[in-house]
């Protein structure tokens, strides 16, 4: 199934045909007047040089007013190998078209509501016809059962006419045309762009970027410059302080050699304030008891570094090399990789 562009904004198609997949780009002139455009031949030989194959409209009210038009349209500078003309469906549009074909050139019946349409369209040699899925929709009409009719008309008699499905609304209707086997399809670019979405699909990308952070970014690439260190002669005030410019829940006390000896955390100063109180700021580190603090290397992997985080149930670990803290790693840290919930 062919896939069109269905505009004439110059961002949007630029974008568009940057996929690289499309056939072509349908325009119609209600699109040039919503976009303020009054140089329109200037805006469609613009258009011609950006996409592979160019819809445009060739209105006359009658055939030899038509037929004029597209000769018009060519010796302006457009490709008649790369160029669509659409033409509404009548009597008069019929008989533009097959003097057209005629010629070799390619044509679009559009504005198509039925199957009679369809069928003289077809007849007249139309390489596309193109019914209007969503105006019909919007009239209360069965558009569906109209695209499947004018698909089996095609294929019964073997017309060389592609159906088009246009007027495109949602992805439902691109399902749709799928489903029933158009041959042609043309898509506004704010539905075009969303074809690609699904949230699971979305979730499973975010996990393999995850997965691949983790097992190849060591743990220096990702700690702060900021080492927040205190000695065991640091006071307690010393190490709330320390905490709040390095923006940091914790700190690292070290020995006289630069050894870790433990981690002084913010949970342990709130819990020590409240039952001490203010007196608590001049105790020294050396006063408190610490635990085995919990460290990784910093040429460790990440993912090891967020298991033992995950492990010990804390929120920050220190980081050493050569047995002396060179900084630590926060799960505000991981929370900017978006790796928290991981």
Same mark, same amino acid.
């Given at each position: $199934? =062919?896939?069109?562009?269905?505009?004439?904004?110059?961002?949007?198609?630029?974008?568009?045909?940057?996929?690289?997949?499309?056939?072509?780009?349908?325009?119609?002139?209600?699109?040039? +007047?919503?976009?303020? *455009?009054?140089?329109?031949?200037?805006?469609?030989?613009?258009?011609?040089?950006?996409?592979?194959?160019?819809?445009?409209?060739?209105?006359?009210?009658?055939?030899?007013?038509?037929?004029?038009?597209?000769?018009?349209?060519?010796?302006?500078?457009? /490709?008649?190998?790369?160029?669509? &003309?659409? *033409?509404?469906?009548?009597?008069?549009?019929?008989?533009?078209?097959?003097?057209?074909?005629?010629?070799?050139?390619?044509?679009?019946?559009?504005?198509?509501?039925?199957?009679?349409?369809?069928?003289?369209?077809?007849?007249?040699?139309?390489?596309?016809?193109?019914?209007?899925?969503?105006?019909?929709?919007?009239?209360?009409?069965?558009?569906?059962?109209?695209?499947?009719?004018?698909?089996?008309?095609?294929?019964?008699?073997?017309?060389?006419?592609?159906? $088009? &499905?246009?007027?495109?609304? @949602?992805?439902? +209707?691109?399902?749709?045309?799928? @489903?029933?086997?158009?041959?042609? *399809?043309?898509?506004?670019?704010?539905?075009?762009?969303?074809?690609?979405?699904?949230?699971?699909?979305?979730?499973?990308?975010?996990?393999?970027?995850?997965?691949?952070?983790? $097992?190849?970014?060591? #743990?220096?690439?990702?700690?702060? =410059?900021?080492?927040?260190?205190?000695?065991?002669?640091?006071?307690?005030?010393?190490?709330?302080?320390?905490?709040?410019?390095?923006? &940091?829940?914790?700190?690292?006390?070290?020995?006289?050699?630069? =050894?870790?000896?433990? #981690?002084?955390?913010?949970?342990?100063?709130?819990?020590?304030?409240?039952?001490?109180?203010?007196?608590?700021?001049?105790?020294?580190?050396? /006063?408190?008891?610490?635990?085995?603090?919990?460290?990784?290397?910093?040429?460790?992997?990440? =993912?090891?570094?967020?298991?033992?985080?995950?492990? +010990?149930?804390?929120?920050? *670990?220190?980081?050493?090399? /050569?047995?002396?803290?060179?900084?630590?790693?926060?799960?505000? /840290?991981?929370?900017?990789?978006?790796?928290?919930?991981?």
């Amino acid at each position: $199934m =062919e896939l069109y562009l269905d505009s004439v904004n110059i961002k949007e198609i630029e974008s568009a045909f940057k996929l690289g997949i499309l056939a072509g780009l349908t325009t119609t002139p209600t699109f040039l +007047h919503r976009e303020g *455009i009054t140089d329109i031949d200037g805006t469609i030989l613009k258009l011609a040089k950006i996409v592979p194959i160019l819809q445009v409209e060739a209105l006359g009210k009658n055939a030899d007013e038509i037929v004029a038009e597209a000769n018009r349209l060519i010796k302006i500078g457009l /490709d008649p190998k790369k160029t669509v &003309f659409k *033409i509404p469906v009548s009597l008069e549009g019929i008989t533009a078209c097959k003097r057209l074909r005629d010629k070799g050139m390619m044509v679009n019946i559009h504005l198509v509501y039925t199957l009679q349409q369809a069928y003289m369209a077809a007849t007249a040699g139309a390489t596309y016809v193109c019914p209007l899925v969503g105006r019909l929709q919007d009239q209360g009409h069965d558009a569906l059962a109209l695209i499947e009719q004018c698909v089996k008309m095609v294929d019964r008699y073997k017309y060389d006419t592609k159906i $088009m &499905f246009s007027s495109v609304r @949602n992805l439902e +209707h691109v399902r749709n045309a799928i @489903n029933l086997g158009v041959q042609t *399809i043309t898509v506004p670019w704010g539905v075009m762009k969303k074809l690609t979405e699904n949230s699971f699909t979305d979730l499973g990308t975010k996990q393999f970027f995850d997965h691949t952070t983790l $097992m190849t970014t060591t #743990v220096a690439e990702v700690i702060r =410059e900021d080492n927040p260190i205190v000695t065991l002669e640091s006071t307690v005030l010393d190490a709330s302080l320390k905490m709040t410019e390095s923006g &940091f829940g914790a700190v690292t006390v070290v020995g006289n050699k630069g =050894e870790v000896i433990g #981690v002084f955390t913010d949970g342990v100063l709130r819990r020590e304030l409240k039952d001490k109180g203010k007196s608590l700021l001049d105790k020294k580190m050396s /006063d408190f008891t610490f635990k085995a603090p919990i460290t990784t290397t910093a040429d460790d992997i990440l =993912e090891n570094a967020v298991a033992l985080m995950k492990t +010990h149930k804390v929120d920050n *670990i220190v980081v050493t090399s /050569d047995a002396k803290p060179i900084g630590m790693l926060d799960v505000q /840290d991981l929370l900017k990789l978006d790796l928290a919930s991981d």
